[in-house]
């Protein structure tokens, strides 16, 4: 049986910062100029794609990215997301492959959302990959204070505290 260790070896996966494995996939060569551009102060490229993986008691912990995101589902288990918008609305999706159980395939997640996933099934793993347009920059990428979220959120402490922690268990 093909497990996390067995993509993380074979995909080249490496430690990210939010949590989980990641390898990025393709960078378009097409960019769009800052005008063109909401929230960058530089050019970017049009779109960016990542594999992502989540194994065991791993957490996407809570980021926010200036661009739009898209994870698509590619094999494992189901992961659950915890998406805040920029209204403090808190949507939670199922990224998975099943249909009948409201699970998507692919989840999409706005410009400017905090956002966390979580495993469903905490013996398995998650292989996805994630597009982001425009493309993925480091410069884009936030990773949250806990604490300032829980002032602006109080009404979602406990997820927000649930997907704050790192566990590598």
Partial sequence: MKNA???IKHLNLIPHPEGGHYKETYKSQIFLSKGDL???VTTRRSASLIYFLLS????????????????????GTSVKIYIIDKKGNLLIEK??????????????????SWFAAELIDKTSFCL???LVSPGFEWDDFELAD???LIEQYPAYTDILKLCAIQCNE
């Fill in 5 to 7: 260790d067995y993509w």
């Fill in 38 to 40: 909401n929230n960058c």
């Fill in 146 to 148: 806990i604490n300032k």
């Fill in 56 to 75: 065991k008691k791993e957490k996407s912990t809570f980021h926010r990215l200036k661009s739009d995101e898209i994870w698509i589902f590619n094999k």
């Fill in 128 to 130: 996805m990959s994630c």
């Fill in 95 to 112: 990224l998975g492959h099943d249909i009948e159980n409201n699970e998507e395939l692919q989840v999409f997640i706005p410009a400017e």
